[in-house]
Each structure stands twice: as C-alpha cells, then as structure tokens.
C-alpha cells in the first residue's frame, strides 16, 4: 500500500511538471556546532540561464513591474547583497546579504497561484523581484515574514521565458532559522522550515508529510535476520537506508535531502559545514542526459546542474561552481564596496574546465 501510494503521488508530481522548462533544484542546510550556517543548492533547469554572481551595493533604486506594463513597488536597498542572476538580467535567483539573510528561488510548477493585483499598485511585487525586495529590506526571518504582509505577490510575465514564473523561496538566515514561502490558491503561505530542505512541487507541507512514509530508514545498518535456521545478512553497507529513494522527482530528492542531512556527522567550523555541504549536494546534482523532456514540436530539454552554490551566512559568502568547471570559486561579499554606486557581475556560467596539475608535487615515498 505505501508503494503504491507513493507511486501515486510521484504520478501527480511529474503532471505538474511544465513541458519545456523543467527544473530539479534542491536545497540543503548545514549547521555547524560553532553555530555558524551555510545553505548549499542546486539549480537545475532545461533553458541556459546564463547565470553569472551580481554584488548589489547599498542604496540602489528598484522598481517593480505590474500587470499592463506599469509600475507596481519602488524602493531603495538598505543592504548591500551579492547572488546568482539569470539571463544577464537584475533577476535574483539566489543570494545573501550583509545581515547573513539568504533567499533562494525554487520552481513550483502546477501549485503557483499569485494574489490579484491590487488598486493600490505601489504594494504590487512581481515574484521575479521577490528575492531582491527582501535581500535588500530583510535582516532576519521575523523581517521578511513582515514584509511579505506589506505585500501584494502578482504574477507578471517574465519575458526571457514568456511565461509568469512558477515560484515559492525558502529563506535561511544567520542563527538556522528557516522560512517556506509559497503562492498558493493565491494567497502567500509563510511556514516554518523545521528540516533544512527545500525542493519542488507538491507544496512544502505535502512533502513534510511525505516523510512519514520513510521514517522505518536509518543511518544504522540493519542486523541480521533469522528466519527459522537460515540467517539473512545485509550486503554490504548501508542496509539502515535501504529503499530510500534514489530517482529525480522533487519528492524523492526532498527526502534523500533531508535524510542523508540528518545523518551526516556533525561538523565543528564553518569551513567543514561549507565542505559538508557540497558532498551533501553531490548526492543530488544531475549530469546532462539523464533527466530530458521532449515537447510536441521534437524539441528535447536536459535538466541538468548548470551550477551549484554554497553561502555562508556567518562570513556572507559565495562559494559557487559550474557544470562545465567543477573547481570551487568564492566571492566575499564584506571585500566588496558596500556603499559603491555600481552593481558589479562575476563570472560564473560558460566557464572551462580547469584541472590543477598535481605531477610537480611527486616526491619519494
């Protein structure tokens, strides 16, 4: 019965998913004993994004779109902040500001319903400029659970993609506290992130239910089983967490997340939480060619991990790598200028790949 339930569920998962823009993002916290929180992710998607880092210094204007081409919120940045872009546009798809508040962006296919717009446009946000509002406005989660009730959340085209973006955000910052915010039946469902997890569609809450399905599996190998005289043993390791399950959907990846996050071996600095954490994402990053969708023109779209990013929300870094250069980059948003009058961008996505050259340190054993 629970196999077919979940079968059921993965059923209803893969109908959400739209036809040419597929995208398998997950996200993953880790919490060091020295208190110190880093939040690593993936962003997968079928469409280049182009991305590269933007550094965002104090003071910047922004203006938001709503709907029929006019102008909906406006507001200067308080914060200086630094994230991954898309589309060499002002569209923040991730990042950390100089308070330590992370946000993130995550498609929500077939559940994402926006509030209507309201008369009063100046409280209009569209959610491609979600991220931006907040990283500039918000300090902590007790700030951006505030600012997101002085807003009016409005699904507006996003022309790149000629569609209204499917969005909900999960939001971490500097002591673990974590925040799920999701648009829907159009209102905006604010929730607590007690796990440290974040994937897809279906709704947050559906996939912390989901785990109830999972909760016989543990870390602890599991001791052998006797059946009359013939004893049954465990083949190899990793018995503890057998049937945990292995495939892309957001359900699965949610749970492999929030289970291999749980049982990893607790880290001491941040710098071990900032490794810790992408061997934790290693465990769900996709390779080209494994996840595709072909739509009815013939045309075929590879989901894959065209980056990953670890922030540091102690020290407010990037630490950052591509699909094609999987090298470890790390930009420092506090070296930055903060009260400078340019937004700066760099490089991240198109880059080679770079393999250092280890033969000149051979020496005699």
């Avoid at 569609?163 to 159009?186: F, Q």
């Avoid at 710098?271 to 595709?292: H, M, P, Y």
Wanted: aromatic letters at 10%; a neutral charge; one cysteine or more.
């Amino acid at each position: 019965m629970r196999n077919f339930k979940y079968l059921l569920f993965i059923l209803v998962c893969m109908a959400c998913v739209m036809p040419t823009k597929v995208s398998a993002c997950t996200g993953i916290q880790v919490q060091a004993t020295d208190g110190s929180v880093v939040f690593a992710r993936t962003m997968e998607f079928g469409t280049p994004l182009k991305s590269n880092i933007l550094f965002v210094p104090r003071a910047q204007n922004w203006v938001s779109q709503a709907p029929n081409n006019s102008d909906g919120m406006t507001w200067q940045n308080q914060y200086a902040f630094l994230g991954v872009n898309a589309f060499n546009k002002k569209f923040f798809i991730d990042g950390v500001n100089e308070k330590g508040l992370y946000i993130g962006c995550f498609w929500f296919p077939g559940n994402a319903k926006y509030q209507e717009g309201s008369e009063n446009a100046a409280n209009i946000v569209t959610p491609q400029m979600l991220a931006t509002l907040v990283l500039g406005s918000c300090a902590t989660v007790e700030d951006v659970q505030k600012k997101i009730s002085e807003i009016t959340l409005v699904g507006v085209e996003f022309k790149e993609l000629n569609m209204v973006l499917p969005l909900h955000w999960v939001v971490m910052d500097s002591t673990g506290k974590g925040l799920a915010i999701e648009p829907i039946g159009g209102n905006v469902v604010v929730k607590e992130n007690p796990v440290g997890v974040f994937t897809n569609s279906p709704t947050f809450s559906w996939h912390l239910q989901n785990l109830s399905n999972y909760i016989n599996l543990t870390p602890s190998n599991s001791q052998p089983l006797k059946i009359d005289e013939f004893i049954i043993n465990g083949i190899g390791q990793g018995t503890g967490l057998l049937g945990i399950p292995g495939d892309l959907t957001p359900p699965s990846r949610f749970v492999r997340a929030a289970l291999y996050r749980n049982a990893a071996e607790k880290v001491d600095t941040t710098d071990s939480a900032i490794n810790q954490a992408f061997l934790l994402i290693n465990n769900i990053s996709i390779v080209k060619g494994i996840a595709r969708e072909t739509s009815s023109n013939g045309k075929t779209s590879y989901d894959h991990t065209q980056w990953t990013a670890v922030y540091d929300l102690k020290r407010h870094r990037c630490y950052f790598r591509s699909y094609n250069n999987q090298d470890i980059n790390m930009v420092q948003l506090d070296k930055l200028p903060l009260d400078g009058d340019q937004v700066l961008s760099i490089p991240l996505w198109d880059t080679k790949p770079d393999f250092n050259d280890a033969t000149g340190k051979a020496a005699p054993l």
